[in-house]
C-alpha cells in the first residue's frame, strides 16, 4: 500500500524519523516541511516490487524500516541480488536518471517495511537546492559503490563456504533477518548449495 505522506495516518511519526535519516539531517525546518509534501510512503510486503527492471519511472527510496534488496535479472530470467538496505539507508536511480535511461535493477522488498520515495527530478532538485543533503547522498553513492564492486570480486575470487563465512562475518544482523532464498541468490549461490554449505559449516556461519 501506498499513499501520499500528508495523508498517511502516521505521518507525524514518518516526519520525525525522516528528520533522523542521514541524508536529510542537515536541513532547517522549512524545508524538511517541503520535502514532506512530495513523498509518497509505502506499506511494503516482503517481495513487494516497488521498481521494475527496465522502467524509467526513476525514484529515490529511503528505508525507515526493514529491508529493500536491489536485484537484476538475467536475459534468461535468473535474478541475482546486488545489495540490501535497511534502516536509515537508501536505494536510488539516480545513475539512471543521470544517463536518461532505464534502471538497471529493480527494488524489491526483502522483508516487510515502511519507505517513503519521491520522483528522481524531485529528488535532483532537492539536491540543488541543499548542499548537506547533496554531500550526504553522494558519499553514500560511493561506498555503495565500492561495496557492489567488493562484493562482485569476491563472488569471482571465493568458494561458497568462503562466502558464506565472510557474509556472516560482515552482516551479521542480515543473516538473521533473512531467509535463505535471499542469501544464496546474493552470494550467487543455490538454494541447495547455501543450505549444504551452512550445515557443514554451521558454528561458523551461525546460520539457524
Not at 537484476?72 to 535468473?78: C, M, Q, Y
Not at 515502511?114 to 561506498?143: G, N, P
Not at 543455490?190 to 551461525?206: D, G, K, L, N, Y
Request: net charge neutral; proline share 2%; aromatic share 4%.
Amino acid at each position: 500500500m501506498k499513499c501520499s505522506l500528508l495523508n498517511h495516518p502516521l505521518r507525524n511519526s514518518i516526519s520525525l524519523q525522516l528528520k533522523l535519516h542521514p541524508l536529510l539531517a542537515g536541513l532547517d525546518d522549512a524545508a524538511h516541511a517541503a520535502l514532506l509534501g512530495i513523498m509518497t510512503v509505502h506499506e511494503v510486503h516482503r517481495g513487494e516490487r516497488l521498481l521494475e527492471q527496465g522502467s524509467r519511472e526513476l525514484s529515490q527510496f529511503l528505508v525507515l524500516d526493514g529491508l529493500l534488496k536491489r536485484v537484476v535479472t538475467s536475459a534468461n530470467g535468473r535474478e541475482m541480488t546486488l545489495r540490501f538496505a535497511g534502516e536509515r539507508d537508501m536505494e536510488s536511480c539516480y545513475e539512471a536518471w543521470q544517463q536518461g535511461g532505464a534502471s538497471g535493477f529493480s527494488i524489491v522488498g526483502a522483508s516487510a517495511g515502511l519507505v517513503v520515495s519521491l520522483s528522481m527530478s524531485d529528488w535532483c532538485e532537492v539536491l540543488e537546492r541543499h548542499a548537506c543533503v547533496q554531500r550526504a547522498f553522494q558519499h553514500r553513492m560511493v561506498l555503495i559503490g565500492a561495496a557492489i564492486v567488493e562484493h562482485a570480486v569476491g563472488l569471482l575470487l571465493l568458494d561458497a563456504p568462503s562466502r558464506v563465512q565472510q557474509f556472516s562475518c560482515k552482516h551479521r544482523e542480515l543473516v538473521e533477518r533473512l531467509p535463505h532464498k535471499d542469501l544464496a541468490s546474493y552470494l550467487n549461490l543455490s538454494a541447495e548449495t547455501f543450505c549444504r554449505v551452512t550445515r557443514r559449516h554451521r558454528p561458523a556461519a551461525q546460520v539457524a
